[in-house]
């Protein structure tokens, strides 16, 4: 299971809330031509827009109103998904999500194995979004509910369309809010700041914006399937089709040395370290399992294989759209874990400038965060019998560390000043092993590493203080949307029609 899940929901039940919800009538506020439109603004007239039935009033004393909308386009890929494309692998035999602007016909290599291959596509529609209009809110939910990484449905008109009367049609917006009123935006290196601090993303929410690089196991559930925002009934019941599965045989993990402690197994990696008189660096360098890195290419690039590479800002979803691709250096590693007591397991991300480590010590129920020999930060941990979920992340120049469900701060890394000089490695990640250790379900992740406009620059800022009323809002896929950064303004409040829920909250008595 993956670790970074807050709820459980009954399949049967949301189902049926969902066939419910799409009886719903359309009020005044929300009927758009007879539609809920959302569109997810793009270079593109084609691009992200949310068509569907909307709202209702709930039953309880809020009145809260729910809409529920099916995403076009690919602004706020990959984390909202409109109509794609499958792509089949003919080598691992697994799907990707690529965008409807892709044409198969140029060689391929698949994102998930890493294999030059063929590849078949199927057509799949687009995600659902449930939203909950904020008609009604008091001044004081307003501001407690448009959070920082909220993702809202926003109005505007669209004057590339004109009607009869010469303006154009009314229609929604889905974007993420980055910058809060009174704020002064920047972006730094794939960083957001405000002025002068940088600002650092919460556990939860780097689970939510996460882009998945690798993962090394085959999952029996989509690895987000309760942690999305986006829902796509059609494949819901399908355990055995996982946007992010990867195939074991062909793993981007590969044991350091010649005679290394780690060997494959069914569910994963497993190390017995014996005594031995052996250097220490012999000693260390058995017991690594190192992650390499390959570039997932498209054209006639790949005719050579995959490219070994730093993890950079690519989107294996849309290698149409021309972008720059920098080296990011949030990476976050989510694992299960065994430790047979007294063992240890040391996980090392590099994120351009120096190792950070985390030492999980079995027996003493212990975890240390090192980076350049300093001790960050040493927490207790409590170990489960069986297999125990951890996860750490350099995201935001900061160590994050999620171990067995606790929740820790995140550590200032130190010497991680904008405009450094770094090198990045691509095998920035290893494990170390200590005894007798486990480990399954390996997964690698990076930061969204927002960019200027188009992707053309890694820095970009507004220039000013937003206004009290006035949010800052980004697309998730940033060479391709169209928000703040073009604008060069933000949202008005009264322009925020609905924040997106999870579809766990769409109301119970709908059923």
């Not at 049967?12 to 419910?20: N, Q, V």
């Not at 109005?155 to 704020?183: A, C, F, H, M, V």
């Not at 590479?309 to 080296?327: C, G, I, M, Y």
């Not at 090192?370 to 930060?377: I, T």
């Amino acid at each position: 299971m993956d670790h970074s899940r807050s709820r459980q929901f009954d399949r049967r039940s949301l189902l049926r809330r969902l066939a419910g919800a799409a009886s719903w009538p359309l009020s005044r506020r929300a009927s758009i031509g007879g539609l809920l439109g959302i569109v997810g603004c793009s270079g593109s007239r084609s691009e992200p827009r949310v068509t569907g039935t909307g709202p209702t009033t709930d039953t309880e004393s809020t009145s809260a109103r729910w809409l529920r909308g099916a995403v076009v386009g690919d602004s706020m890929a990959p984390h909202f998904l409109g109509a794609h494309y499958l792509a089949t692998c003919s080598y691992c035999d697994l799907p990707t999500p690529m965008t409807l602007r892709w044409e198969p016909d140029a060689p391929w290599i698949c994102p998930l194995c890493g294999q030059l291959a063929n590849a078949t596509r199927s057509l799949s529609s687009g995600d659902q979004v449930l939203v909950e209009s904020v008609a009604g809110w008091s001044e004081e939910r307003m501001r407690a509910e448009l959070a920082r990484w909220q993702v809202v449905a926003i109005s505007y008109r669209d004057n590339s369309q004109p009607t009869d009367s010469g303006d154009g049609p009314t229609t929604w917006t889905l974007k993420r809010i980055w910058g809060l009123p009174t704020e002064s935006p920047r972006l730094v290196d794939g960083v957001f700041w405000d002025g002068e601090r940088p600002l650092v993303k919460p556990w939860t929410t780097q689970c939510e914006t996460r882009v998945h690089v690798h993962g090394d196991s085959e999952p029996t559930e989509r690895l987000d399937a309760d942690s999305r925002l986006a829902f796509d009934a059609e494949r819901l019941d399908e355990p055995n089709l996982s946007r992010w599965r990867q195939s074991a045989r062909a793993s981007h993990w590969k044991p350091a040395g010649v005679d290394s402690n780690w060997q494959r197994e069914s569910s994963g990696w497993a190390a017995r370290l014996a005594a031995s008189n052996d250097d220490e660096s012999i000693i260390a360098e058995r017991s690594t399992l190192r992650f390499h890195h390959r570039r997932a290419v498209f054209g006639e690039d790949t005719i050579d294989g995959a490219e070994p590479t730093p993890v950079e800002n690519a989107l294996p979803f849309d290698p149409v759209t021309p972008r720059r691709l920098w080296p990011v250096a949030g990476l976050m590693v989510t694992l299960e874990l065994k430790l047979l007591s007294p063992s240890m397991l040391e996980v090392r991300v590099h994120d351009g400038t120096d190792w950070v480590r985390w030492i999980f010590h079995g027996n003493e129920g212990r975890c240390e965060v090192r980076a350049r020999d300093e001790v960050l930060g040493e927490f207790h941990w409590k170990p489960q019998a069986g297999w125990s979920s951890v996860g750490v992340s350099t995201f935001d120049r900061h160590a994050s560390t999620w171990a067995a469900n606790p929740l820790h701060e995140p550590l200032s890394l130190p010497g991680r000043d904008s405009g450094e000089s770094r090198q990045f490695l691509d095998s920035p990640i290893e494990l170390r092993a200590l005894g007798a250790v486990e480990v399954r379900n390996l997964h690698v992740w990076r930061d969204l590493f927002p960019t200027a406009p188009r992707g053309g620059g890694r820095d970009w800022e507004l220039g000013r203080a937003l206004e009290s009323d006035e949010y800052l809002v980004l697309g998730d896929n940033f060479p391709v949307s169209i928000d703040s950064r073009q604008s060069q303004r933000g949202v008005r409040r009264e322009e925020i029609v609905g924040v997106i829920r999870p579809w766990t909250e769409l109301p119970a008595t709908h059923d």
